[in-house]
Antibody, heavy 125, light 111 residues
Framework: QVQLQQWGAGLLKPSETLSLTCAVYDGFFSDYFWSWIRQSPGTGLEWIGEIRHGESANYNPSLMNRVTISIDTSNNHFSLRLSSVTAADAAVYYC???????????????????WGQGTLVTVSS | QSVLTQSPSVSAAPGQKVTISCSGSNSNIGNNFVCWYQQLPGTAPKLLIYDNDKRPSGIPDRFSGSKSGTSATLGITGLQAGDEAVYYCGSWDSSLNARGVFGGGTKLTVL
């Protein structure tokens, strides 16, 4: 059974750097995209970015200047760093496994099939 | 603003059927597949439907999905109190910044 377990600091001051890590158990780590998604209170889901073993990370253009996603295949971990946080970055942050299948007719099927438990990040001075 | 559009809320009585709609464009739903997630209070989203109409193992057949053009629909029959949750649609967006995108969520209230 695939499990994602995440951890990191939940209380930050403005301008600090958010840092979260997600450990993957039994998830065929090298075969999939590993994503970070956030959810602000009362709002929907926002994709932050993702990474796959051997490839560069992809980021949401709205966060690209502040976000870094890295991967540690030796320990089956991947991490998120978001710099210069503000109150707008307060949210529940999730890690997730992302399956992306590109078909021969150029259509793409994707899904986030396993999720971490979520980390509530608060930004306050 | 979410890329995919959902109605904010829907309600129905136990035992009834409800449908939740999701609207997108040709760059996402129109030319790619749709999935649906259920988020119970205080928990992470859970995959409910993928590839428009497929259910992961363990998801009851009370839940169904369909797609037509640039819209998709989640159907839930035999409503139960435990179905009260927020439901999100998702799809792949093939525009310049290709990425997974979501709807804003629909809160289902079981009366």
């Amino acid at each position: 059974q695939v499990q994602l377990q995440q951890w990191g600091a939940g209380l930050l001051k403005p301008s600090e750097t958010l840092s979260l890590t997600c450990a993957v158990y039994d998830g065929f780590f090298s075969d999939y995209f590993w994503s970070w998604i956030r959810q602000s209170p009362g709002t929907g889901l926002e994709w932050i970015g993702e990474i796959r073993h051997g490839e560069s990370a992809n980021y949401n253009p709205s966060l690209m200047n502040r976000v870094t996603i890295s991967i540690d295949t030796s320990n089956n971990h991947f991490s998120l760093r978001l710099s210069s946080v503000t109150a707008a970055d307060a949210a529940v942050y999730y890690c997730a496994r992302h399956i992306v299948v590109e078909l021969t007719d150029s259509r793409t099927a994707d899904r986030y099939d396993y999720w971490g438990q979520g980390t509530l990040v608060t930004v306050s001075s | 603003q979410s890329v995919l559009t959902q109605s904010p809320s829907v309600s129905a009585a136990p035992g009834q059927k409800v449908t939740i709609s999701c609207s997108g464009s040709n760059s996402n739903i129109g030319n790619n597949f749709v999935c649906w997630y259920q988020q119970l209070p205080g928990t992470a989203p859970k995959l409910l439907i993928y590839d428009n109409d497929k259910r992961p193992s363990g998801i009851p057949d009370r839940f169904s999905g369909s797609k037509s053009g640039t819209s998709a629909t989640l159907g839930i029959t035999g409503l139960q109190a435990g179905d009260e949750a927020v439901y999100y649609c998702g799809s792949w967006d093939s525009s310049l910044n290709a990425r997974g995108v979501f709807g804003g969520g629909t809160k289902l209230t079981v009366l």
